[in-house]
């Protein structure tokens, strides 16, 4: 059976973090509009993850247009990831984070706050494209990677649904996270050292005020 690009990048993440959550996100899959409830059918954007509770049961669907899908798919990041494609692949890694950390705080009873969310996904999506990156070139650190998430990128007014501060406190914190691993990174290039992933994955386990101030304490080092 052919795996997808977007099972390809689920397997990334769940690698990266070592997760072990007991569903895919295929199972979740939303691909066309119509098939959105009422309510959710009109938001603009090709990803969004929608999660109820029903008879005490959490419930998700994750949203991701077909179009983009059909694109991410004939240009596969997990083989070159490249201007072509690189805005498809963090549309891509955004939602597979959203559903990851979701079903992961819930599989352990932890509440996750939309904050959290967002900082792992901004995160995720750097990390992610480190590593599509270094597969191509392993020697080369892509030094405007940090640049492009970060800088260059805006917030869509229409996505943002007058939730702008926050996603930019996400994106900031997010930011200042990502610019201290980047040494660490830069060593891998060099020596292969990956020891950083364990850090990698403990931040990740964290509450979500335990990440808010595992990045205080990042700043003031």
């Known amino acids: 059976m052919t795996v997808s690009a977007l099972e390809r990048l689920e ?17 979740f899959l939303v691909t066309e509009r119509q098939q959105l409830p009422s309510c959710c059918g009109a938001a603009p954007g090709d990803e969004q993850l929608f999660v109820t509770t029903a008879g005490g049961e959490l419930c998700m669907s994750l949203f991701l247009d077909a179009a983009m899908l059909k694109r991410l798919q004939s240009r596969d990041p997990n083989e070159e990831l490249d201007q072509h494609n690189v805005a498809d692949c963090w549309t891509a890694v955004e939602g597979i984070s959203h559903f ?11 509440p996750v706050s939309l904050l959290t969310l967002e900082l792992q ?4 999506k ?7 990156l270094d597969r191509r070139e392993p020697r ?7 640049a ?3 800088q260059r990128t805006r917030i869509d007014s229409r996505l943002a649904a007058g939730r702008e501060s926050l996603y930019r406190r996400a994106s900031r914190l997010a930011a200042r996270f990502c610019a201290q691993l980047e040494p660490r990174l830069r060593a891998m290039c060099q020596s292969g050292d990956k020891r950083w992933l364990a850090d990698l994955r403990r931040f990740y386990r964290l509450t979500d005020f335990g990440k ?7 700043q003031a080092c």
């Not at 397997?11 to 959550?21: A, H, P």
């Not at 990851?100 to 932890?110: K, Q, Y």
């Not at 080369?140 to 940090?146: D, K």
């Not at 808010?212 to 990042?218: A, G």
């Open 100 to 110: 990851l950390c979701v079903a992961h705080h819930a599989e352990h009873d932890r």
């Open 121 to 124: 996904a901004e995160i995720d």
């Open 148 to 150: 492009l998430l970060f």
């Open 212 to 218: 808010l101030r595992h990045i205080e304490r990042m």
């Open 140 to 146: 080369r650190f892509p030094a405007e990677l940090h």
């Open 126 to 132: 750097y990390i992610a494209s480190f590593l599509l």
């Open 11 to 27: 397997s990334l993440l769940t690698g990266i973090y070592d997760l072990r959550v007991s569903c895919r996100v295929t199972d």
